[in-house]
């Protein structure tokens, strides 16, 4: 906790306004990814947690314009990336960018590596392709790379298959992959859902370390609110492809104000919960986002939900200093 | 459990790095292999070896030729002589089926590699760009596939007439085409990977996306319908040669053996036909079981053999 950083005036590395992604289905359209804003500062660590569908990925997906299309669209806003909008960018600019600038670490270590290519060869992929280093220190680099994700015996596993390998280990390759051109943003998204607990731990504390030695930023997609909790500087809560919380991640953790993310809280045990007693999960389901409720997204699972919840959305709104909710309801007044 | 899981060079030295530990050079262990753990698929590994080098050297094997006629010795039985017997003619059944061996390698590897070429071209196109072009081409192929394989050929002889590289052209086309439909649903699959997602967010280019990760995927089962594909063209040129449709004779195809001396003298010299059917069958074995093989183990997902995973799968379960 003592390296996070608390110092707020930073440069704002990405700044997104407004990012609208829709998707086409049986001639309706999903709002997957609906008018949201936020920005990650130099050197930060920012989470983006939601649970399934709640449109995370897709956000993230949308930054670098790799939404699969048709059938989905960007429809709106701007990704301010060192104040150059990136969807504005021309298809070969934007390849030049991606994984150079920003990179991406996916969630499934298992199948994000292909497996009729050695780990040296795909290791070498982003390298190859930006040109960052000369041909004859690839291989160099590669080992160093490997190195720096504390991937034993790097020689041997330079000549290995995919398959040679265990989850973990195929994650500490993502990484590699990643850092590989030293990005200054990386994005990962739900870095650790299919590791064991105790390779996830290392796995986070990892990319965090290197994500500082760098001195780069990183957005950290997860459903995990203890992932979350250790590793991120600020938090951006989302629901049903939209914003509802944000804060620091002290704030949104002793101080959590939108409903949903009290509930997420609630759903999670805690070691100062009285032995036997149950969790309390959210009632019902996330919504279908092609026909989305009326009002406030969440009111119909929202324990608070009041008339006007569910005929006015309520925009994402400053409360103190570093904290932003979207909610008509006061949750501390109510509880 | 193999080769590439023993202890790397001890330690690599820092001017020349240990590149590889395998012992053995790639194709001496690849074909240990084979014969270790596919030993059917090593006999038809042996077979198509003897068809090549068959229909190279023929010339050699057979230096009278496959049209040296000696009607002296019409029809007579195998023998010291004529190892194969003669036919109507006095062929040597011998020379014949050697040179068919030539004939018959030289038009399924050509009409096969075109035909591959065909496949690769138009699935790749139309699988992984999709869309409108997808479209365009899935269409075209509906078109073709419409109409049974046999029309077609015979249209096709018909326009172009009976002859070597003709038959070569059709075949290649006619399987060209129906086999574009498993290389486009290879490569949709393989688009689907995420590490094709992982590629693109590295900033990947499609032609190095297509190269590196979409074709490795389809390798597999290119290799297997390259194979089913030699032995289905081998087939099928015998198949047209016997209906008068292929290579006219006097040229020693298989199937024209078959068809012309072979039905008419099948009572008083059965050798005419039982010959050629031999050899097309024992080629056609072959070269299935070395392909069903080559797909087994080129396969890196299927790495270890499938016969071992088996042996493991059983001894688990207590069989």
């Known amino acids: 906790m003592n390296m996070k950083a608390q110092d707020v005036t930073r440069r704002t590395l990405l700044d997104v306004q407004d990012l609208h992604t829709v998707f086409e289905k049986d001639g309706n359209e999903v709002h997957a990814v609906n008018q949201v804003s936020f920005d990650v500062k130099e050197g930060e660590i920012l989470a983006i947690v939601g649970e399934s569908g709640s449109g995370k990925s897709i956000t993230a997906m949308s930054l670098l314009r790799l939404i699969p299309s048709p059938p989905g669209r960007i429809v709106g806003g701007r990704v301010l990336f060192n104040g150059e909008d990136l969807l504005d960018l021309d298809d070969e600019k934007i390849r030049r960018l991606r994984g150079r600038d920003i990179a991406m670490i996916f969630q499934e270590p298992m199948t994000s590596l292909n497996p009729s290519l050695r780990i040296g060869r795909q290791l070498a992929e982003p390298l190859r392709v930006h ?30 298959y995919p398959h040679e390998l265990s989850g973990g280990m195929r994650q500490r390759v993502m990484i590699a992959m990643g850092l590989a051109c030293l990005p200054k943003l990386l994005i990962a998204d739900e870095p650790t859902t299919a590791l064991d607990v105790t390779v996830q731990a290392q796995i986070l504390e990892l990319l965090r370390d290197l994500v500082r030695a760098h001195n780069s930023s990183m957005m950290l997609i997860t459903h995990d609110l203890g992932v979350v909790a250790r590793y991120a500087d600020r938090i951006n809560v989302m629901y049903a492809g939209r914003i509802v919380e944000r804060g620091t991640a002290e704030e949104i953790f002793h101080h959590p104000k939108h409903p949903y993310t009290l509930g997420l809280m609630e759903s999670m045990p805690r ?56 909610c008509w309801v006061d949750t501390d007044a109510k509880r | 459990m193999n080769a590439s899981v023993e202890p790397a060079a001890v330690t690599a030295t820092p001017v020349r790095p240990a590149k590889r530990r395998k012992t053995l050079p790639k194709p001496v262990a690849f074909l240990a292999r084979l014969c270790r753990e596919r030993p059917l698929g090593a006999v038809g590994a042996l077979i198509c070896l003897l068809l090549l080098f068959t229909g190279i050297f023929a010339d050699l094997i057979a230096p009278q ?50 035909s591959i070429v065909i496949s690769a071209l138009l699935g790749i196109l139309s699988g992984y760009f999709g869309g409108r072009l997808d479209m365009f081409i899935q269409r075209l192929v509906d078109g073709w596939m419409c109409f049974p394989d046999l029309i077609l050929l015979i249209v096709a002889v018909a326009v172009l007439g009976p002859g070597t590289w003709q038959i070569i052209v059709i075949l290649g086309l006619l399987f060209g085409i129906a086999g574009s439909r498993i290389v486009r649903g290879a490569v949709l699959s393989a688009k689907q990977n995420v590490y094709v997602h992982a590629a693109q967010s590295m900033g990947a280019s499609s032609t190095r996306i297509l190269w590196h990760h979409i074709l490795p995927n389809v390798m597999a089962p290119l290799i297997v319908l390259y194979t089913t594909r030699l032995a ?46 031999i050899a097309l069958t024992v ?18 997902r299927m790495r270890g053999g499938s016969g071992r995973y088996m042996a493991r799968v059983k001894r688990a379960i207590g069989v």
């Open chain 2, 232 to 277: 289905a063209v081998i087939l099928a040129e015998s198949g047209l040669s016997f209906l008068g449709l292929g290579i006219p004779p006097p040229s020693p195809s298989w199937g024209g053996m078959l068809s012309l001396d072979g039905r008419s003298y099948m009572f008083q010299a059965p050798w005419l036909a039982i010959i050629p059917g």
């Open chain 2, 65 to 114: 030729g496959y049209n040296a006629i000696n009607p002296i010795d019409r029809l007579k039985p195998p023998s010291a002589e004529y190892w194969f017997g003669t036919d109507q003619l006095g062929r040597d059944i011998f020379a014949r089926v050697v040179h068919g061996a030539r004939l018959s390698v030289i038009v399924a590897f050509a009409a096969t590699t075109l």
């Open chain 1, 131 to 160: 040109g960052s280093v000369p041909k004859e220190k690839v291989r160099e680099r590669c080992l160093e790379l490997l190195r720096q994700v504390r991937l034993g015996d790097p020689e041997k596993r330079l000549d290995a």
């Open chain 2, 283 to 300: 080629v056609v074995f072959g070269i299935n079981m070395f392909g069903d093989a080559l797909r087994d183990m080129l396969d890196p």
């Open chain 1, 271 to 326: 070691l100062d919960q009285a032995p036997g007693s149950r969790l309390t999960p959210i009632p019902g389901q996330p919504p279908d986002l092609s026909d989305p409720p009326p009002g406030c997204p969440f009111h119909p699972r929202c324990r608070f939900a009041e008339a006007r919840c569910r005929s006015e959305r309520p925009p994402l709104e400053q409360i103190t200093d570093n904290h932003w909710k979207a």
